[in-house]
């Protein structure tokens, strides 16, 4: 990949229906050494959500978090949006939580974690957008664009459910739209330690 | 990699808003999380048909009405009855019984927006035989909320979740017994409301004005920033008795307190910790 691929700091992932199982496959991805941070947003029923750490931990080759309120941004890790909170990236760069009204009808939002995002990382962001319905995630993706991010968006035939990787193309023009398979090869070929 | 831009124009305005807000209306925004609070400026800015902040602050220093409509912007008022029933098991099942051993009973909700959880405070100290000895404390900035909380008048369409979230929360009795339901509104009980406090206090500049034993403080410290915490927390832990309770939100965390080494966990799932000696 090109020259911006070298100065990525961070990875936003938004995901709804269907997000566990495609989350499943590209985080493990990961290289275990990325210099980067992950933040994911994945809708589910609340009762669910808790149990996110012990589902990917185990499979994936960076530490899973469950966000707490302030966290700071570790390099090398996977964040995941509490449930019912919304996930915010703050000045510091920290981690922020919220309880404002669902957006998009989601709490946690897609796009309030990648406008946020968009603000403190700028051109150094990398968005992906994944399988769901609904249109959440849309509006992130136009201001992860804007501040001069990197967009993804899961090709919509290949996710299992279309509407929301559809929403984002109808917003945006994303840099890539890409398989599930791709977006695995995309992250071993992102920046790590060892060759920065 | 530290790629951190430097300041843009819009964290610039932002910054000479709160600053702006704090001179004139002596609310003080300036240690709130920025993310946040720029995402709701965003949708003010909107309400307003302002095209940037600096505009918005040109309306702000001339006309009180557009702080008043703003501050609804710059709090959020979302809130349940009983919200996380756990929580509320906890302090039934673990923090009850150490209170009853107090002849009298005070316990702080800061932050307490429309009410509910004051309320959910009184009712389960009703059930526990603990209210008539009670006295709570319920303190929030935002004067609308608190004139909503006053008046105890809640929704119709949410009793269902209350109700749910009251019987997860072991309650022995009937939500019912505590309301009285008017068209789609129902009004909380006087015998409750008679036992609660609202007031006009901020974590960000008022200071101490009881000795307490509980303090519940949920889902407002995700709004400040680490040191706006750390005066938050101050506060909670000069307020509270020997071996007082203070209970969080669940995503919530001590780590930025001086104090921290001084609440030794209580109910660790539910964030209720226990003030020490030290
Ligand atoms: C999301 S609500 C939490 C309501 C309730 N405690 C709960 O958990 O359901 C946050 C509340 O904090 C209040 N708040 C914000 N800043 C405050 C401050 N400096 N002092 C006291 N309350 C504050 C807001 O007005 C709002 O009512």
Redesign the pocket.
């Known amino acids: 990949m090109g020259a911006p691929m070298r100065s990525i700091a961070a990875v936003v992932i938004g995901a709804s229906t269907g997000g566990v199982e495609a989350l499943l496959r590209i985080l493990p991805a990961l290289r275990g050494d990325a210099s980067f941070s992950v933040l994911v947003v994945l809708h589910l029923p609340r009762e669910r959500s808790s149990l996110l750490v012990e589902i990917f931990a185990p499979r994936c080759n960076l530490p899973v978090r469950e966000v707490l309120d302030k966290d700071p941004i570790l390099a090398g890790s996977i964040y995941f949006a509490p449930p019912d909170y919304h996930l915010l990236v703050d000045d510091g760069p920290c981690l922020a939580l919220s ?1 404002d009204p669902p957006v998009e009808h989601s709490r946690p939002s897609v796009s309030v974690l990648f406008e946020s995002a968009a603000a403190v990382y700028g051109p150094h962001l990398l968005a992906v957008l994944l399988t769901g319905a609904g249109s959440d995630g849309a509006s992130g993706l136009q201001a992860v664009q804007r501040a001069g991010g990197m967009t993804v968006v899961q090709h919509p035939a290949n996710a299992r459910m279309p509407q929301m990787p559809e929403a984002g193309l109808a917003r945006v023009t994303a840099d890539h739209v890409l398989t599930l398979e791709d977006i695995m090869s995309l992250f071993q070929a992102l920046p790590c330690a060892g060759r920065a | 990699m530290n790629a951190v831009p430097p300041p843009s124009v819009d964290d610039v305005e932002l910054r000479l808003l709160v600053e702006a807000i704090y001179h004139v209306y002596h609310y ?1 925004f300036r240690s ?1 999380a920025r993310a946040s609070l720029r995402r709701r400026m965003g949708a003010a800015m909107a309400h307003f048909g302002c095209r940037s902040l600096s505009e918005l602050q040109g309306r702000l220093l001339r006309e009180a009405d557009v702080f008043t409509e703003l501050l609804e912007y710059l ?6 009855l009983f ?1 996380d029933p756990g929580y509320f098991r906890a302090l039934r099942e673990k923090v009850v019984p150490l209170l009853r051993t107090y002849p009298s009973l005070k316990i702080w ?6 009410g ?2 004051a309320y959910s405070m009184a009712i389960l100290l009703r059930e526990e035989g603990l209210l008539d000895r009670s006295l709570i404390y319920a ?4 004067p609308s ?1 608190l004139r909503r909380a006053e008046a105890g008048v809640f929704d119709a369409a949410k009793v269902p979740d209350f109700t749910a979230n009251h019987r997860r929360s072991g309650g022995r009795s009937s939500l019912s017994d505590y309301y009285s339901a008017a068209y789609d509104r129902v009004i909380f009980d006087k015998r409750l409301r008679r036992h609660i406090v609202f007031s006009d ?6 200071s101490v004005f009881a000795e307490v034993q509980l303090v ?5 410290l995700i ?2 920033n680490r040191e ?1 915490q750390s005066r ?1 927390l101050d506060l909670f832990y000069e307020a509270l008795c020997r071996k007082g309770f203070l209970g969080i ?1 669940l995503r919530e965390s001590l780590r930025f307190s001086s104090h921290a080494d001084s609440f030794a966990e209580f109910a660790r799932e539910d964030r209720i910790y226990q003030k020490v000696d030290g």
């Open positions: 309880m | 003080d709130y709090t959020v008022q979302v809130s349940d919200r909700i800061a932050g307490c927006s429309t509910e959880e303190t929030d900035i935002n909320a206090h901020s974590l960000a500049t008022d519940s403080c949920r889902n407002v709004y400040f706006l938050a939100g």
